[in-house]
């Protein structure tokens, strides 16, 4: 047997930055979630979450295409697809045969097959989901509001994620194997690209353009993962304008409350009982009652496009008419965990001061990523 080189440095750096991205992408995931671990600032990490997953659909992009152009041991054409052969190749695992393989074995070439189909779909399924759900990313010009089939997609997308896990844990598991009981030293053939074959090597004989526009591709991964980390725009809010009035007469003893959270019955019949508000006497003239309570009709919760909106209105029943947000069920819902110590905050004072912890609560965005609750 002589050594013979098997893997080339463009499949190598493939290989292992594909490792790295995909581990990335996971640890970042909502995949924590499971475990109780919320990681503490979302945007940031979701912006490095994104970063590594276009990383790696760059890297599988680049492995289709050496796939038809590379050398002839990264070639589809040489990975091993047959059933038989990999029955053969289980049958002979169990029974502790040694097997050996110049280029992919019969298990690698499908788990190679099945990482590149899956990490793919898991990386476009994200890009849409990003945009249908957060309305950012390349596809955000898909976004219209939010739209209840996203929380679909987001599962879909969570499906593929821990498919492509599945498939991963295999593959190690037969590297493992194949380290240990057989020895045949396919960790740092992935590293020299040098392995002892009987076969003799087949050279490459790659164009200079060809060979450029691969390592260029290859490694430009690391430098769009850097690019989306940093560079990722926190989410604008609705570009609905709020009238100098509004903020005026409503937001003097609290918060200005955006119109989306409530529906137009409730806000009707607020601005007709003002002088007995909560308590307190809110009353204002006849023409600034008008101005205001047509920004709230025409901005309630029924005719905004929020994801919020649409759950507030399905949540109260028909016959209700909530005057108090925080009386909705799935405000109630959604803020059960948080105690009264933390509503006490020097900072947050009430719980009825959504903006201390929804960045953008005045313009009615109450997105994941942009929820904070100070520490003091
Ligand atoms: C004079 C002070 C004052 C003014 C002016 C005022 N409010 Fe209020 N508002 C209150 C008080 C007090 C509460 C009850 C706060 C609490 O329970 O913590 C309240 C509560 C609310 C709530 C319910 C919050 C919740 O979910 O618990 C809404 C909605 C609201 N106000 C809307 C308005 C609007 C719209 C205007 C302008 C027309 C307005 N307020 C003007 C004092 C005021
Ligand atoms: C002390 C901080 C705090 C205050 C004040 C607060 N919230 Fe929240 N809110 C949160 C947190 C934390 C979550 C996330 C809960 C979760 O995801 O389980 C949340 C979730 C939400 C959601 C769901 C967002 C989503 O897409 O999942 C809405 C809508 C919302 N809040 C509206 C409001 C409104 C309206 C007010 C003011 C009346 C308010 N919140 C006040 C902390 C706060």
Not at 177 to 205: C, Q, W, Y
């Amino acid at each position: 047997m002589n050594e013979i080189k098997v893997w080339d440095l463009q499949t190598r750096i493939f290989h292992w930055s594909l490792v790295v991205f995909v581990l990335c992408t996971l640890v970042t995931a909502d995949i924590l979630r499971f475990f109780g671990i919320d990681l503490v600032n979302k945007d940031a990490w979701l912006a490095f979450h994104i970063g590594t997953g276009v990383a790696v659909g760059i890297l599988l992009a680049f492995r289709i295409f050496w796939g038809f152009f590379g050398p002839h041991y990264s070639r589809f054409s040489s990975l091993r697809l047959s059933l038989k052969e990999l029955v053969g190749y289980f049958d002979a695992v169990i029974k502790n045969i040694r097997t050996n393989h110049t280029g992919h074995n019969p298990a690698a070439s499908w788990s190679a097959l099945c990482i590149i189909i899956i990490g793919m779909l898991a990386v476009i399924s994200g890009v849409v989901v990003f945009s249908l759900d957060e309305g950012r990313g390349i596809l955000r010009s898909l976004y219209i509001g939010f739209h209840p089939l996203a929380d679909n997609l987001k599962l879909l997308h969570l499906g593929l994620a821990y498919a492509l896990l599945a498939v991963i844990i295999g593959h190690v598991c037969g590297v493992l194997n194949e380290t240990f009981r057989h020895k045949t030293g396919i960790i740092p053939a992935m590293i020299t690209g040098k392995k002892l074959s009987d076969e003799v090597e087949i050279p490459f004989s790659g164009s200079a353009p060809l060979t450029m526009v691969s390592i260029v591709w290859v490694l430009s991964p690391f430098v769009a993962a850097l690019y989306f980390t940093v560079s990722m725009e926190t989410k604008q809010p609705s570009n609905m304008v709020i009238p100098v009035i509004y903020k005026k007469e409503c937001g003097s003893c609290h918060m200005a409350f955006p119109p989306n959270v409530l529906p137009m019955k409730s806000w009707q019949v607020m601005m007709a009982n003002l002088q007995d508000h909560f308590g307190d006497d809110a009353s204002i003239d006849d023409s600034s009652n008008r101005e205001i309570e047509a920004f709230l009709v025409k901005n309630s919760a029924e005719h905004s496009l929020e994801e919020a909106s649409l759950k507030f209105i399905r949540s109260i029943s028909k016959d209700n008419t909530p005057l108090r947000i925080t009386e909705i069920p799935y405000w109630k819902e959604k803020h059960k965990l948080i105690s009264q110590a933390t509503y006490q905050r020097g900072t947050i004072k009430s719980r009825i001061n959504c903006v201390a912890c929804h960045k953008w609560s005045e313009y009615g965005s109450f997105e994941d990523s942009d929820i904070r609750i100070p520490r003091e």
